[in-house]
C-alpha cells in the first residue's frame, strides 16, 4: 500500500477552480533548487522563475541581459524543488519581441528542455498574436501587463502605470485581448488598485498582482525582497517578511569571530 500521499500539481485548471471560487493564488519567484523546495513545501501555488533574476541574482540594473541559455539554467535547478507548485518561467528580453515564430521557438525550447508548466511574457496587444500562437501548440502562457521591465527604457521609468484614463484604457483592453488570444492567467504590475480589481472583473483568467492592490485574485512577490534579503530595494508594495539580510549578517559576523577565537570547529566537531 502506497502510504505516502498523493500531491496534486498545481495546474491552469486549478487555478482558474480558485478564481471561480474565490480563493486567492499565491505566487512567490525562485531562482535556485534550495528555496524552491521551501517554497513549495509552504504550499505556494506558483513558482515563478523571474527575470527578475538578472536584478536579485546577476546584480544587473535591468532584467534585459539575461538569456535564454540563463533562463533554461535556472529553471532546471528550480524545478528539482518542486512536486506541487506551477512551475512558470519568463520568456527573457528579445526571446520573443523579433517575431511570432521566434517567441513560439523559445517558448517551445522552455518546454522541451525544462519541467517549466508555461512560460510568461510582457505586453499586451503588440505580443497578442505570439502568445496565440503559443497557446494553440498546447503551452499555457500568462501575460503580463502594466510595469513591465522589460520596457524600461521605453518607460524611461518603474513609475505605477494606468493613472490616466488613456493607460487605464490601455490596460483593460490589453486584458481582454491577452484572455482572447488564450493567456491563462494574466500578472498586473504596479497599477492603481482600483484598475486592478476592474481588470480582475472583467476577464475570466485569474489576474495576479504585484503592486496592484488586494483585489486581484492573487499576489506575486520576488522572494528576495520579501525575505527582507534585498535591502537596498524597498518599494511601498513589497512587505517585509522577515529580516534575512540582518540574520545572514550576524550569523557569518559570528562564524568569523569563533574561526578567529579558535572556537569552530570544537572537538565534537572534528575528526
Ligand atoms: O521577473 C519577475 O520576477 C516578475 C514578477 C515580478 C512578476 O515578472
Known amino acids: 500500500m502506497n502510504t505516502e500521499k498523493e500531491i496534486k500539481r498545481v495546474t491552469t485548471k486549478t487555478l482558474s477552480l480558485l478564481k471561480k471560487n474565490n480563493i486567492k493564488i499565491t505566487s512567490l519567484t525562485a531562482y535556485d533548487f534550495i528555496t524552491a523546495k521551501l517554497l513549495d513545501e509552504a504550499g505556494i501555488d506558483i513558482i515563478l522563475v523571474g527575470d527578475s533574476l538578472g536584478n536579485v541574482f546577476q546584480g544587473n540594473e535591468t532584467t534585459l541581459p539575461v538569456t535564454m541559455d540563463e533562463m533554461i539554467y535556472h529553471t532546471k535547478a528550480v524545478s528539482k524543488g ?125 489576474t495576479i498582482g504585484i503592486g496592484a492592490g488586494v483585489h486581484c485574485d492573487g499576489q506575486i512577490l520576488v522572494t528576495p525582497d520579501m525575505l527582507g534579503l534585498n535591502i537596498d530595494f524597498h518599494p511601498r508594495f513589497v512587505r517585509h517578511y522577515s529580516s534575512l539580510a540582518e540574520e545572514i549578517l550576524k550569523a557569518v559576523l559570528n562564524y568569523i569571530e569563533d574561526v578567529k577565537q579558535n572556537n569552530f570547529p570544537s572537538k565534537e566537531e572534528s575528526y
Not at 505586453?123 to 497578442?128: D, E, M, T, Y
Not at 518607460?155 to 487605464?168: L, V
Request: proline share 5%; charged share 25%; net charge neutral.
Open 82 to 206: 518542486i512536486n506541487r507548485a506551477m512551475l512558470i518561467v519568463d520568456m527573457p528580453f528579445m526571446s520573443y519581441q523579433l517575431s511570432v515564430d521566434e517567441g513560439f521557438r523559445n517558448a517551445g525550447r522552455i518546454m522541451k528542455e525544462t519541467p517549466a508548466g508555461g512560460v510568461k511574457l510582457e505586453g499586451g496587444k503588440r505580443v497578442a498574436n505570439t502568445i496565440r500562437q503559443i497557446t494553440q501548440a498546447g503551452i499555457p502562457v500568462m501575460g503580463h501587463i502594466g510595469l513591465t521591465p522589460q520596457s524600461i527604457y521605453q518607460f524611461g521609468s518603474y513609475r505605477e502605470r494606468g493613472k490616466n484614463k488613456q493607460e487605464a484604457d490601455e490596460i483593460l483592453e490589453d486584458a481582454r485581448i491577452i484572455e482572447e488570444a488564450g493567456a491563462f492567467g494574466i500578472v498586473l504590475e504596479k497599477i492603481p488598485s482600483e484598475l486592478a480589481k476592474k481588470v480582475t472583473e472583467s476577464v475570466k483568467i485569474p
